[in-house]
């Protein structure tokens, strides 16, 4: 069974920077490195949208939105995909969530992020 856990979440001001890290587990998992994985997110009323995604190779793809203030990693060794948030802005309040890229998995807890003065 997949087991995604999100933390790193927190109240910043705007301009302000979070890191959110994912862990993954689980026997699908155990091939974590060949997945391409992604970063999610969701706001009350609308429908998840995919933020940054990274291939295997450690290619990277963002939303217009975040491109130039968000990056997106991963350490295969430690099943971890990572999300540097920087400048965030108040349209950037959300739960985010990791999971696979396309066929996605079970979800996680998600984590929130609130931008707010």
């Known amino acids: 069974q997949a087991q995604l856990v999100e933390s790193g979440g927190g109240l910043v001001q705007p301009g302000g920077s979070l890191r959110l890290s994912c862990v993954a587990s689980g026997s699908i998992f155990s091939i974590f490195n060949f997945y391409r994985m992604g970063w999610y997110r969701q706001t009350p009323g609308k429908q998840r949208e995919l933020v940054a995604d990274?291939?295997?190779?450690?290619?990277?793809t963002y939303t217009d939105s975040v491109k130039g203030r968000f990056t997106i990693s991963r350490d295969n060794a430690k099943k971890t995909v990572y999300l540097q948030m920087n400048s965030l802005k108040v349209e950037d309040t959300a739960v985010y969530y990791c999971?696979?890229?396309?066929?996605?998995?079970?979800w996680g807890q998600g984590t929130q992020v609130t931008v707010s003065s």
């Open positions: 990274i291939t295997s190779g450690g290619s990277t």
């Open positions: 999971n696979r890229w396309g066929p996605t998995v079970n």
